[in-house]
């Protein structure tokens, strides 16, 4: 777990909000509910080497496990409602250890602090009186924190995919990275999936089954793996790396990471998920965590998560 400098109360009081914003799902998760468990090999580029001496990007292929999501805190939510969907990759380490990468299909996030965060999810938790959030909550909320309402215009922007695999996913945050020569440098990544993007219309999305998503997934792969490419957007001098709200200037240098296929769905998906826990701040020697206060909240925020989800609360 890594030190943030938010409170813990303020962590504890974002996982409660957010099961509460969810609704009784035990054995859940409170966000990201629905998921997929796949098998996949990541194999780095020749050029990872010249970003860091991580060694999961030296050379060799590495074994992953992948899970795709919806950002919904409902398990049986249908496939075709417009939100966040998201890939975490699990790089799987000789050591018997795993470094993770959690990326959403969004760029950007919505609060650049926990307290921030939480005023944005409160504000969306029902008044007692009326059983309704208050009408004005998020609106104001948005109205004070440009930001956070440019996050929800382009959210709002977002068609429905038609693919898990041909979605681009961001892990937002930046990172920084070691090379072997000693050189340092701040980068963010992004999977880039091979096959292009495709999306769906509301009128399409909302025809297809419940789990159209896994369906189409389960007869893509039948045919060969689905690929992705992770690339690293590497900063320039004065970008902010500690603001997950500030994107950087599109025309930053992209450097090839590697290239990761999806080559199976597991037979045992719904049992992995509940044991797997994906964390952000799970990384290995070369690369290391920014000052990003969202960053440095996750990992306590995820390890209440599994706490509260694996004694089936
Ligand atoms: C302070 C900010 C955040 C909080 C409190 C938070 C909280 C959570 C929680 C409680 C879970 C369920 C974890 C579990 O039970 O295993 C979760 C899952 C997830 N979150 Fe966040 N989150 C935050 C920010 C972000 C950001 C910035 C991203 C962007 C990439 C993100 C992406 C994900 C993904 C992809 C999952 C699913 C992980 C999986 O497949 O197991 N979250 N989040």
Not at 276 to 287: A, E, K, M, S, Y
């Amino acid at each position: 777990m890594s030190a943030s400098t938010a409170p813990q109360p303020v962590i504890a009081q974002l996982v409660e909000t957010m099961r509460a914003l969810a609704g009784p799902h035990p054995g859940f998760r409170p966000a990201h509910a629905k998921g997929l468990v796949c098998a996949g090999t990541f194999r780095p580029s020749a050029d990872a080497r010249g970003m860091t001496r991580a060694p999961h990007l030296q050379g060799g292929p590495v074994p992953t496990v992948v899970r795709f999501s919806n950002a919904n805190g409902n398990p049986d939510v249908h496939d075709g409602v417009p939100n966040v969907r998201a890939m975490s990759v699990k790089f799987q380490l000789a050591n018997g250890k795993g470094a993770d990468i959690l990326a959403n299909s969004i760029e950007g996030f919505v609060a650049r602090t926990p307290e921030e965060f939480l005023e944005f999810l409160r504000a969306q938790l029902p008044d007692p009186a009326t059983g309704k959030p208050a009408p004005d909550g998020v609106p104001k909320f948005l109205a004070s924190h440009p930001a956070a309402a440019a996050f929800v215009g382009r959210l709002m922007q977002k068609p429905v995919p038609a693919s898990y695999a041909q979605t681009s996913y961001h892990a937002e945050h930046a990172f920084l990275f070691t090379a072997a020569d000693g050189s340092r440098r701040f980068g963010r990544y992004h999977f880039v999936p091979e096959a292009g993007e495709a999306t769906l219309s509301p009128d399409e999305a909302g025809k297809r089954s419940p789990s159209f998503l896994r369906d189409e997934l389960e007869n893509r792969l039948r045919t060969g793996p689905a690929a992705f490419r992770l690339l690293l957007q590497v900063a320039a001098e004065g970008d902010p790396t500690d603001d997950p709200t500030a994107l950087w200037p599109a025309d930053r240098p992209r450097v090839e990471l590697g290239r990761l296929e999806v080559t199976g769905i597991s037979p045992t998906s719904a049992q992995d998920e509940r044991r797997l826990v994906f964390d952000p701040t799970n990384r290995t020697d070369g690369i290391d965590l920014s000052n990003d206060p969202i960053l440095l909240a996750r990992s306590a925020a995820y390890a209440i998560s599994y706490e509260r989800r694996s004694k089936g609360e």
